[in-house]
């Protein structure tokens, strides 16, 4: 990724222009979060309480099918946001800590900036 800063994180996008690579992979992980039912998953994956979540917690809470919940998941796990576990009939999820702390390093500025 980018250069670290003195804090041992990475330089946010107001610190340096991001590489070719970096913005190729970054917009993949952004576009999955640009779906509300997904941005939604997400933080109630990453909110609850012990770290994971069954897929049987996760569809109630949408008026949406069972198929589309998991092609959801899918694109999330996909961008390495989740990822999950198949335990007996059930899927159980997990944020990544790693992705997660990738994307706020990137938005993060070392300086105020201004709108």
């Given amino acids: ?16 222009p991001l590489g070719e690579t970096d913005a190729a992979e970054l917009a993949t992980v952004f576009k999955a979060l640009g779906d509300p039912v997904r ?3 997400l933080s109630m994956i990453a909110s609850r309480e012990g770290g994971e979540t069954c897929v049987c917690e996760l569809t109630p809470a949408f008026e949406l099918s069972q198929p ?8 999330l796990r996909q961008a390495g946001l989740i990822d999950g576990e198949r335990r007996g009939t059930w899927v159980y ?10 994307m706020a390093a990137v938005l993060r500025s070392s300086q105020a900036v201004q709108p």
């Fill in 68 to 75: 589309t919940i998991s092609h959801h998941l899918k694109l």
């Fill in 93 to 102: 999820y997990w944020a990544v800590p790693s992705t997660l702390d990738r």
């Fill in 39 to 41: 941005l939604r998953l």
């Fill in 1 to 16: 990724m980018q250069e670290a800063d003195s804090s041992g994180c990475c330089a946010g996008l107001a610190s340096a």
